[in-house]
Each structure stands twice: as C-alpha cells, then as structure tokens.
C-alpha cells in the first residue's frame, strides 16, 4: 500500500513538473501574437458587447482589425466581421442593426473608409456610402432612422465621382484632352502644417457632417446629404434628443496658435440650414455626451488661465441654451478627469476612448479619473459636484461603455500582467465578471510578475509615486543591473498598466525603475505644474533620488546601470548624461535635444507662455539654459538614439541627430538607429517588426555596455 502510494505521489510529482517548466520568460517577439481589444460598445438591451479586436497582419508590418461580439452572460467571444480594416461599431438604438467602418480592397489597393451595416438577425454585411474620401465616425440618431457621419470631400470631387449619364455616340469622337499635371509643390503658409499622426495637414479637405437614411438592407438604396460646409472642420457630433437637430464644435480660427484654446458650439437641423451658434466656451472641450433629458452636455475641459504648462481636465455639465456657461463639477477635485496612465500596448488602430456617462435620472455622471498612477471611474453628483469612487483597484481603465441605465458598464482593463481584457461591471453591487481572455493561451506560458511599488521623499519633500519591475527569478542577495525608464509628455504618467517593454527588459535579468516625477499627471494640479518655465530640472533630482533609494536596498549593481527614455523622457535621458556620470548606457528615444531647434520645427506651436516665457529669438539664455545640448561637453556616457523618420512631434534633426553628430566629434561612443516611416507612436503603434527591433536595440546597447555582451552592429567596422 505504502509503495503504491509513494508511486502515485512521484506519478503526481512528474506530472505537474513539467507542466510548471513550460513556463517562459516573455519575449520581445511575443508582440506577434499579441491580441488588443478596443472601442467596446454596449447593446442597448446590456446583453451584448462588440469590441474591436486588433492582431499583428500575417506581413508583421500592420495590424488588422475586426469587429467581435461577446455576451454580457460571459460566452465565448466570436467574431462578426471579417476584416482587415474594420472598426468603430455602432448599435442601432434598437439592438437590431450593428453599423461600422470599413476600409475595403479593390483591385489590391485599399480604397477609403466607408459605412457598412450589420443585421443582428444574420446575413453578409453591405455597404451603404461610397463617397470619395470615405466616411467616417458614425452616429445613429436616437430614434434610429439616420447615422451621422463625417467626410472631406470637396465639391468638385463629389460632382465628379457621382454617375454620369452614358455619352451620346458620335461620328467624329474629339480627341482626348491631355489631364493637366497637378503641381506636388507645398505653398506653406501657417505655422502650424503637419500632425505627427497624418503628415502634412490638408486644409483644403475640412471634414463636414452629412447624414444618411439607416438602411435595413443592401438592397435599400440611400443618398447621403451633406449638413454642414466651408473652409472649417466640424467635430464633437451630438444627437438632440429629438432626432430634429446635431450639435457640433468649429473652429472658425484660421491660426488659433495666436491666442488661447476656445471651443464654440453649433446646432444645424438634419433637414438642411444654416449653422448657427450656440455659445463659445473659453478653453479647449471633447467628449461631449448629451444628459438623458436633452437639456445640457457633459464634457471634459481644461481651464487656459492662468496660462500653465499643466492644467488639469475637469468634468463640466452645461445647459444647451443660447450664450450658456459651463459648470465644472470637479474644481475641488485634484484629479484628471477623461486621463489616465500610460503604458506600450492600447490597441494600435482600434480606437475608443471614454467619454462621461450619465445616470437615468441625469444627477449623477460617471467619468474616467486619473489618480495616483491608476485609471478608475468616478461619479460626480450633478447638484453638489461630491465624488464617489466608482472604481480604485490597481488598474488601467482603458475604455468603456454603459447600459442606457447607466447600471451596468462594459471595462477595458488592464494591468501589469494583462494587456487589456473586457469585464462586466455591476455599478450598484460593485461586482465584475471577466468576459474575454484574449491572451490567456499565451501568457499562461508566461513567467509575468507584478512590480513592487514604491514611494519615496525628494529634495524638498515631495512625495515621489515609482515602480520596481523585476526579474522573474528575483533573488534579493543577488546583485541586477538597472534600467531607469523615464516617461514622456512631460505631463503624463506610467501606472497599474501593462509596458511590454518593462517586463521583457526584467525578463533579460535588468530590474526596471519607473517613477513619476514631477510634472506627472493623477497627482494632482500643483505636482503637474511645478516644473513650468523649470524642465528639465527639478525632475531630475526626483529620478536621480530614486535610484538612489533603490540602491540603497542592496540589489544594484552600480557600475551597471543605464538610463533610457522617450519623448520628454528622451529630453530627460540626454539631460541626465549631461549632469551626471553614473549611468554606464543611455537610450535616448525621439529626444529633444535643442529647445530652440525644437521650438521652430514641431508640429504643434509654444506661441502662448506654457513652457516658456518667450521666444527663443528673444530669450536665448533661457533655452540655451534648459536644452540637453549646451551640456555635452559634460557627456562620457555611451549612447543610442532611437529615432523615427517621419517624427514630427519631436524631429530627429532637432535631437538625436545633433547629440549624435557631437558625440562623435567628441569620440564617444554613439549609435543612431532610424526607423524608416515611423512617427513619434513608433513605441505604441508602428509596424510590429520595428516595434520589436526597437526593444532589441534598447536592450541591445544595454548588453553590451552593462553586461559586456559582443555586439558587432555597433561598431564602426562592424568587427
């Protein structure tokens, strides 16, 4: 008996062994298989929700994107489009029709962006506008028979694309006139005219609003018509309760980097008209939501005075009357509202975003709150503007929707250990229920750990919120060499998300420091803005001190620590191998390295004091004080520059490209690496291969100058 026993143990033992040693350590390459999901969309009825599901395409260049439903009751998820190119799915008011966007093939070139429909009651999907330039962010009218949509097409496009009647045969056919060359050259005259995101801006395409009957099926003919025209775009498209009229932003400014963000509102009626005006707003607004009673709009708006460089969003609640003024419900609130944290895997491509929600009863408005490195949900009374914490797990609430009752919510969370996933939330009882497991087949093979927060007190006393991601095998008698990452923005924040890079970086044996300076976001106005007219500066101090406390717990190896970052995180990088000498490795990615070079090419103007008090032909000493290149004479430190060809937020000729050309001249040792085609989202949203070779080349360098690992690549002969 007792042999028979001892046989089964050591059967049980091999048995569960092995399955333990399946576990891996996550790779750089497991990006391939990730899976995102975005833009969750709620049936009226609260018993379904169809999200976009986004994979890495089969070149590994792209992403595609499909729509997919899973039930509230928590069955498996299955997929309703097929792709590649769908998104952004919108339920009828009735349950019964799924509209979205569709960027369909022809003749194996992609052709524009247009409106398909989807019955609940089965059938192929069919579309139902074929504009030139496509269409885009649909919206059903709340009693269900119209979608607004948006389209930049000029008339003239429009007049030429629409069907001609078949040409009378003649006996002598006219010669074909030769089609005049249009000129490629740009006549550049606004200060502002490229987008990180698009390129050079196109001014002669101002997105419109048009309308279309919603039809039932393929065979139901429509004809879009368009609401709204001229030289400006429209934005922000609300419904009126009726269904009678849209509400919509303008602006109507030719160059609005001459003065202080403002936002005003118009109303047209879907039947045709004029615009007109409703009331201007003195800050810049976005997600505007219409209360249940159709009487005002809630919406997330940051003050513009005093001019800062860091003003926190609040929520505000207006009434939609001739001339009315906003009401915040969060000034006393010292928190983001519609933010939150930052990490390298929201769904590239899939859109979303998290607009205010509104109860029943329209007292009380649910909104998404920034607070402490954590994304949650809040709900604000309308009456007496007293918060309620919705939500307050350590998480990222990334996206979300709600039942028309606003009981019931459908979250896109995620956390250090998952990339993002879809719950069930129960307002009232405060109970969730997981509905999708989108990677769980891979990272169940995974060795994924939490990292270890920590707090510590800076130079003058302040409170400095920080995570430690370590090895998996972690051992505390051990010594690890150091990476500190440093975030962008400046004003943004890492938190309770999941960062790829952070933990394949712990899986190469690094412990990853990643703390929240000052200027960070979810820690409150004064915290954000403390570094205006100072940054870099003070925050420096702040990272400096945190590596310093992490040290002082005994599992660093000094002489084997490296310093990466990107954005305002690459500024901060060549800031710090400028002021200090401990860091054995740098990265600097899409960095600033002259704020001069800087202030005359991004794609967005510093016209009004944020950052600085005046111009840099007018107060050099300033820029010349704070820019990471007026110390390289102090740099010993090797380094790498992680740079995007097509970055227009930060330019590679304004940072990377003169840190690197004088390093060289100094002789120390320095890489460029350039990704072709890739903007300043290279790290969030670039092609999947470059997403991957840019986190072997950060822990590449990494290797060689903290490890001592051979890397040929980065020698001038290559030896």
Request: proline share 7%; with cysteine.
């Amino acid at each position: 008996m007792r042999s028979r026993l001892l046989l089964s143990l050591v059967v049980v033992v091999c048995f569960f062994v092995p399955a333990h040693a399946q576990k891996r350590n996550i790779t750089e390459k497991d990006l391939f298989n990730f899976v995102w999901i975005a833009d969750p969309q709620v049936s009226p009825d609260g018993l379904r929700v169809a999200f976009v599901r986004v994979t890495v395409n089969a070149k590994k260049d792209g992403y595609d994107t499909a729509i997919w439903m899973v039930t509230t009751a928590g069955a498996e998820s299955r997929q309703m489009t097929a792709g590649p190119r769908d998104s952004t799915p919108r339920w009828s008011p009735d349950g019964q029709y799924l509209c979205f966007v569709r960027a369909p093939e022809k003749d194996g070139r992609v052709e524009p962006p247009q409106l398909f429909m989807m019955s609940m009651q089965g059938g192929e999907a069919f579309q139902f506008t074929s504009l030139p330039r496509g269409a885009g962010g649909p919206q059903w009218s709340p009693d269900g028979k119209m979608i607004s949509f948006g389209n930049g097409a000029t008339g003239e496009e429009i007049a030429k694309a629409a069907p001609r009647p078949s040409p009378q045969p003649s006996a002598s056919p006219s010669p074909a006139a030769s089609p005049e060359r249009e000129s490629d050259v740009r006549v550049i005259t606004r200060a502002v005219y490229r987008s990180n995101d698009s390129g050079y801006l196109d001014f002669k395409h101002p997105g419109h609003i048009w309308v279309v009957t919603a039809p039932h099926t393929g065979d139901e003919k429509v004809t879009p018509k368009q609401l709204t025209s001229g030289r400006y775009n429209e934005g922000n498209v609300t419904w009126a309760k009726d269904s009678s009229q849209i509400y919509f932003t303008s602006d109507h400014r030719d160059e609005p980097y001459y003065e202080l963000g403002m936002t005003d509102i118009y109303w047209i009626p879907v039947s045709g008209g004029q615009p007109t005006k409703l009331t201007s707003i003195d800050m810049g607004a976005g997600g505007f939501v219409l209360s249940p009673n159709g009487k005002q709009i809630a919406f997330y708006a940051s003050t513009n005075k005093p001019v800062r460089s860091y003003t926190e969003p609040d929520l505000w609640v207006m009434d939609l009357t001739p001339d009315a003024k906003p009401q915040s419900l969060t000034f006393d609130f010292d928190f983001d509202l519609g933010g939150g944290v930052g990490g390298d895997n929201t769904a590239p491509r899939g859109g979303g975003g998290a607009p205010p929600v509104w109860s029943s009863d329209g007292k009380s408005i649910v909104a998404l709150v920034g607070k402490q490195g954590k994304a949650m949900l809040g709900s604000f009374n309308v009456a007496t503007a007293k918060e309620t914490d919705v939500t307050s797990s350590n998480e990222a609430i990334v996206s979300y929707r709600a039942t028309p009752d606003a009981t019931k919510f459908a979250l896109l969370i995620s956390t250090p250990t998952k990339i993002g996933d879809l719950y069930w939330f129960d307002k009232s009882a405060g109970t969730r229920k997981q509905l999708t497991h989108t990677n769980d087949g891979l990272f169940s093979k995974l060795n994924l750990s939490e990292p270890e927060e920590m707090w510590y007190t800076s130079f003058d006393g302040k409170k400095i919120h920080a995570w430690i991601q370590k090895p998996p095998d972690f051992d505390a008698n051990k010594k690890y060499p150091l990476i500190l990452n440093i975030h962008g923005g400046p004003h943004a924040a890492y938190g309770w998300v999941f960062d790829h890079e952070f933990q394949w970086m712990a899986a190469k044996g690094y412990v990853v420091l990643y703390p929240n300076p000052r200027g960070s976001t979810t820690y409150g106005q004064d915290f954000g803005n403390i570094i205006q007219y100072h940054y870099p500066g003070d925050d420096y101090k702040d990272l400096m001190i945190g590596v310093d406390e992490l040290v002082k717990r005994g599992y660093i190896d000094e002489k084997k620590m490296g310093v990466t970052g990107g954005s305002g995180g690459g500024l901060l990088t060549d800031w710090t191998v400028g002021h200090t000498t401990r860091f054995a490795a740098a990265v600097a990615q899409r960095d600033i390295a002259s704020w001069a070079d800087w202030w005359y090419t991004a794609d967005f103007t510093l016209f009004q004091a944020t950052w600085f008090k005046a111009a840099p032909f007018d107060d050099p000493e300033d820029f010349k004080a704070r820019s990471p290149i007026t110390y390289i004479n102090n740099v010993k430190t090797p380094m790498m520059f992680i740079l995007g060809e097509a970055d227009w937020r930060t330019p590679t000729y304004s940072g990377g490209e003169e840190m690197f050309r004088a390093l060289k001249y100094k002789k120390i040792p320095a890489v460029m690496v350039r990704f072709p085609g890739e903007t300043h989202e290279l790290s969030r949203s670039g092609q999947p291969w470059h997403r991957i070779e840019r986190l072997e080349h950060i822990v590449g360098w990494f290797d060689k100058w903290l490890m001592g690992m051979a890397k040929p690549e980065y020698e001038v002969a290559g030896k």
